[in-house]
């Protein structure tokens, strides 16, 4: 089952939402904000693509965090930000049987759908 996950106001998941629907990829959308994210989903991401990917350092959630929050920065205490405060994840992420995309990109996604 392919599986994307997000924020319902998210632009860029807008966009991916409606790539897959107007593609006609049957899909799973879930909220992380409603449906939070275990450590074990979390650490699989990140052991899939690089961890560093996951994180959204260009958010205003990240620019808004104590730099005590930020630092010291390792794979470990990000993905225990990301579960803590899931608006610090990269969005959307596309889970397709495994494959892993982190954000959206029309060509990224004709690739994987071909």
Same mark, same amino acid.
């Given at each position: 089952?392919? +599986? %994307?996950y /997000?924020i319902? !106001?998210?632009d860029? *998941?807008k966009?991916?939402?409606k790539? $897959?629907d107007?593609?006609?990829i #049957?899909?799973? =959308?879930v909220? =992380?904000?409603?449906?939070?994210l275990t450590?074990a989903q979390l650490k @699989?991401?990140? #052991?899939? &693509? #690089?961890w560093e990917?996951l994180l959204n350092?260009?958010s205003?959630?990240?620019r808004e965090l104590?730099?005590?929050?930020k630092?010291p920065l !390792? +794979?470990? @205490?990000? %993905?225990?930000l990301?579960?803590? &405060?899931?608006t $610090?994840i990269?969005?959307? *992420? %596309?889970? !397709?049987? /495994?494959?892993i995309l *982190? /954000? =959206? +990109?029309d060509?990224?996604?004709?690739? %994987? =759908?071909q």
């Open positions: 089952m392919t +599986k %994307l /997000g319902t !106001n998210c860029t *998941v966009k991916a939402r790539w $897959l107007n593609n006609d #049957d899909y799973e =959308f909220d =992380f904000r409603k449906t939070p450590t @699989r991401w990140a #052991d899939s &693509i #690089d990917s350092k260009r205003r959630t990240w104590p730099d005590s929050q630092e !390792n +794979k470990t @205490r990000a %993905l225990s990301m579960q803590e &405060i899931p $610090l990269k969005r959307p *992420v %596309l889970d !397709n049987h /495994g494959k *982190v /954000g =959206f +990109k060509s990224d996604y004709q690739s %994987l =759908f």
